[in-house]
């Protein structure tokens, strides 16, 4: 199997069993403007370091699947020219082509699983669009998730979305739906989204547990934990459903479709907010990544208590 080629610091990391967080590129390159997207990928860099794990950061450059970026490698995400959106479609092509693309979750995925990361750490996972029973629109991210043994730390997904439905497939697709910390299902910029997730779990060391098990068992894919905004950040739902709904019939008023779609839509309600949505992002992601630490540093644990076990009846 092709593994990503790891930076120096990763491959010590992994090589060493230290915890070891990936993270996406797409919300540098296609989520947020410059240059608040590379401020930003820096900051949630180190706040994975602060948590006592190595980041890496994942991304096709020049046609190379890498995990772990240099400098140079992120601004050239950050300043986004001729940077790809490389979904499970896209990823193959385009490093077959020599190309650079920026990850998306589902992307991000597979090259965690494949460089052997196990936690993930990002803003908000793809899903299911309004309209989809029409568009048919419905994000690769779901089914990675199915697939892709990696924990996914996301503020549940973007509150453009149809949740309901998102969290359908999901439950269609046996993926965990694990809200940290609360029983509501957080809707990105706000705590609430007004469903429940199906499942709750208040601690890394669980939630580092349950990915063991699930490993252990044979279940193909990873988790979902959909850790809320922290309160002070947060934007309520009331606040955002009206410019959403704006932002929305403005889309598709541009009959803007496919790939196009998440980022049209970030970007109308970061305008229609005045930059809050930006403020909002930026302070998720960056606790998603403190998270996203703390489980990686429990699946390092876990696995060394499961391993003598295997075998053993459950
Ligand atoms: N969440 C954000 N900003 C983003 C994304 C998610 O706040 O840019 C990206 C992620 O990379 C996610 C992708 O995987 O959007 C989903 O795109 P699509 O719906 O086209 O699959
Ligand atoms: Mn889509």
Known sequence: MMRPDLSD?????????????????????????????????????????????????????????????????????????????????????????????????AATMIAAARAGISVFATGGIGGVHRGAETSFDISADLRELAQSPVTVVASGAKAILDLPKTLEVLETLGVPVIAHGQDAFPAFWARESGLDAPLRMDDPSTIARAHVTRGALGLAGGQLVANPIPPQAEIPLSELAPLIARAQAEAEAEAVTGKAVTPVLLDRLRVLTDGRTLDANAALVRANARLGAAIAQEIVTAAAETAPRRGAPL
Request: with cysteine; hydrophobic share 50%.
């Open 9 to 105: 610091e990763v491959g010590a990391a992994l090589a060493a069993g230290h915890p070891v967080v990936a993270l996406e590129s797409t919300i540098i390159s296609h989520g947020l403007p410059w240059p608040r997207n590379l401020e930003l990928a820096r900051a949630v860099e180190g706040e994975v370091r602060a948590g006592g794990a190595v980041p890496a950061t994942i991304a096709v450059i020049d046609g190379r699947l890498r995990a772990g970026l240099d400098a140079a490698a992120l601004e050239r995400l950050a300043a986004g020219e001729r940077v790809a959106k490389l979904s499970r479609a896209d990823l193959a092509v385009c490093m077959a082509e020599g190309r650079t693309g920026a990850t998306t979750v």
